[in-house]
Structures are given as structure tokens and as C-alpha cells.
């Protein structure tokens, strides 16, 4: 496997709502693990909505989104770009993997910036599902996952680092069962 990304880079989004093509990405966390020195890099971004007024209360209230919260997020184009260039190469792996990548894939056309992750992308949450018996937890999400094994969940206000934190921590205890 020489030609092997060196990099994971573990991704969670905070964003306006559930569909990737009316909402917009608010926040993305990450925690890239260079594999061969075996450390860790976290970085957070905090973007500026286009069009809040579409936003989903629900979301807002989960993500904790304020405008003076906001007040000095930057334009998408920008983040994604330090994005790229932390990322490039990387494998991408995050607890809900569908969700956080639909809506980068949208990002990075509306953008129209290359994605630059490596093309193989894990699930941390379809990890969860081979690796815990379903009788042992009620559901997967991030949180009954967490408690499962012994890891403090998420604050009830997410932030996008907190769940890549959060995405590294099960991802490790997961490799180990």
C-alpha cells in the first residue's frame, strides 16, 4: 500500500438544516491524524450563512448558531480552501459519513473547487453498527455510541470540532474491539 493517503482526516459539520442542496455548512470541525507520525492537528472554521433565512430553527438551536456568534465566520470559498489544503490526500472518515460528505460534495461544486480528499471514505457510524451488537445499545447515533464506551458525549449544543473529537475518540475505541 505505498500509494496509501498518510493523513485521515476525521470531519464534522454543523449546517443549516438537513438537505445539502437548500442548506448551507455553518461549521466544520477536524482532527487530521498524520498516520505515520501519529499526531494530531484540530482545526475549526466557523462560515458565514449565504441565506440564513432558509435555515431549519431546529438546526440553529442544535448547532447554537447566533449572528454575534457568527459575526466574524468566513465566506465558504475561504474555509474550504484551507480545508483543501489540510485535507489533501487524506482519507475522510466521519460518524455520519453520508450526511457531512453530501453536503461538502455540494460545497466544493458550488465552489467549484476540486474535493481533496482520497476517494475511499469510512462510516464511523457503519463501524458502530458491525462492531456493537444491537441488544447492547438503543440506536447508533454519536451520543448512544459514546456512551457505550465509556466516552463523555457531545455537549447538547454541537459544535463541529467537539463531533470530529468526539468521531476520532469512537473511531479509536471501535479499532480496538
Not at 7 to 16: M, Q, R, S, Y
Not at 45 to 69: C, D, H, Q, W
Not at 114 to 120: E, M
Not at 152 to 164: I, M, W
Request: glycine share 6%.
Amino acid at each position: 500500500m505505498a500509494n496509501s493517503p498518510k493523513k485521515i482526516a476525521f470531519v464534522d459539520l454543523e449546517t443549516t438544516g438537513l438537505d445539502p442542496f437548500k442548506h448551507e455548512i455553518i461549521e466544520i470541525g477536524l482532527v487530521i491524524y498524520d498516520v505515520e507520525k501519529g499526531t494530531l492537528e484540530e482545526l475549526n472554521f466557523k462560515i458565514r450563512p449565504m441565506n440564513i433565512a432558509a435555515a431549519e430553527p431546529k438546526a440553529l438551536e442544535v448547532n447554537g448558531y447566533t449572528e454575534s456568534g457568527w459575526k466574524n465566520a468566513l465566506p465558504l470559498r475561504a474555509v474550504l480552501q484551507e480545508v483543501s489544503s489540510r485535507c489533501s490526500g487524506a482519507y475522510f472518515l466521519a460518524y455520519n459519513a453520508t450526511f457531512d460528505w453530501s453536503f461538502l460534495e455540494a460545497a466544493y461544486e458550488k465552489t467549484r473547487l476540486p474535493i481533496p480528499c482520497h476517494y475511499h471514505r469510512l462510516c464511523i457510524m457503519s463501524m458502530a453498527w458491525c462492531k456493537i451488537p444491537k441488544v447492547k445499545v438503543e440506536g447508533y447515533s454519536l451520543k448512544t455510541v459514546c456512551v457505550y464506551l465509556g466516552i463523555e458525549p457531545e455537549p447538547k449544543v454541537h459544535r463541529a470540532l467537539n463531533g470530529a473529537k468526539k468521531a476520532f475518540e469512537v473511531y479509536m475505541a471501535l479499532s480496538k474491539i
